[in-house]
């Protein structure tokens, strides 16, 4: 593993996720979480001449691990915009597609971007910092209601609304710039045996909303479905209950709400067949080394030959 990938970002279900995407040489794949590059160089060591991989981040700092390789193509885009830039490339179905949705290493050690709470920094959170909402802007700005509501939703915090009420008290004396003004406000909302876990769900909860998360992974994954090739893989990992709850039901059924659907014979419809039935989770080593694989969950599907309500996307 070079050096620039191991200080950005070291990836998580290394071998499993590129095993399970049994990648063959010519052909061709997409890594929509590019990061560091760790799974990029994973799978451009798989690939032969003829094969080729395309890159997606939305975050300008990653342009420094693009790999000096031709096979290698890089998009400056968040992956909810997958099917428009594979067109624009000429690629109408792909072999196999990766996504490893969690936050990098080099976003929470990094105090100017606001992720983490271990150190004292601007509360922005954006993965694209060239444009939207920071998770200041929403902590200043939102109603107690839509606080509550971001909390519960997205952090599923049980104090959510006592949690938005003093936060509004708090913005009234003096607005909310800094990760630490938010500790300050919120730190008496933590149990003494949970306090990490309750910060990490509050910064969570606005993470998603400032990066419209749930939504864009839902277009994502309709696309995806889209423009994979029968037979072609699909692997994601996943780091909390939201998104993993997403991709199962997507990979079980094909829609987001789980439910399935038979046809006249009774057999279930689903454009996926599960390479692996149960959840692929890191080792025990793999989360000694690398303490932010402690709750990645590793789901793998292969596209059905054929299923019957194949959609196309305009």
Do not use: W
């Not at 936050?103 to 509360?123: I, K, N, Q």
């Not at 630490?180 to 045996?193: E, S």
């Not at 994601?236 to 993993?244: F, P, R």
Request: glycine share 8%.
């Amino acid at each position: 593993m070079n050096e620039v990938e191991t200080h950005y970002h070291v990836p998580v279900l290394f071998d499993e996720s590129l095993n399970g995407l049994n990648v063959q040489s010519s052909g061709i794949y997409v890594d929509l979480t590019f990061g560091g590059g760790g799974h990029a160089r994973g799978i451009l060591e798989r690939l032969g001449s003829k094969g080729k991989l395309y890159g997606f981040d939305q975050d300008a700092d990653t342009e420094a691990n693009i790999p000096a390789d031709n096979r290698f193509v890089f998009v400056r885009s968040n992956f909810r915009y997958l099917l428009n830039f594979m067109r624009y490339h000429g690629e109408s179905q792909v072999d196999g597609i990766l996504a490893d949705l969690g936050v990098s290493s080099h976003h929470f050690d990094d105090p100017s971007r606001g992720f983490s709470f271990r150190f004292d920094g601007t509360l922005d959170m954006r993965m694209n910092n060239r444009a939207g909402k920071t998770a200041a802007d929403i902590l200043n700005t939102c109603s107690e209601e839509a606080l509550a509501s971001v909390f519960h939703l997205y952090g599923e915090l049980k104090a959510a609304r006592k949690l938005a009420a003093r936060i509004v008290e708090a913005r009234a004396a003096s607005a909310i710039h800094t990760t630490t003004d938010l500790l300050q406000i919120v730190k008496p909302f933590a149990g003494r045996d949970n306090d990490r876990k309750f910060l990490a769900q509050v910064f969570q909860a606005l993470r998603i909303p400032v990066n419209d998360e749930m939504q864009a992974l839902r277009e994502m994954l309709n696309q995806a479905l889209h423009i994979l090739k029968p037979g072609g893989r699909m692997a994601v990992i996943t780091y909390h209950s939201l998104e993993d709850r997403l991709v199962k039901n997507f990979f079980r059924t094909g829609n987001f709400d789980g439910e399935s659907r038979s046809d006249f014979f009774g057999n279930q419809l689903t454009p996926f067949r599960p390479i692996n039935n149960k959840v692929i989770i890191p080792s025990a080593e793999e989360i000694e080394t690398n303490p932010r694989a402690r709750s990645a969950k590793l789901r793998i599907a292969e596209k059905k030959q054929y299923y019957e309500s194949e959609k196309t996307i305009a």
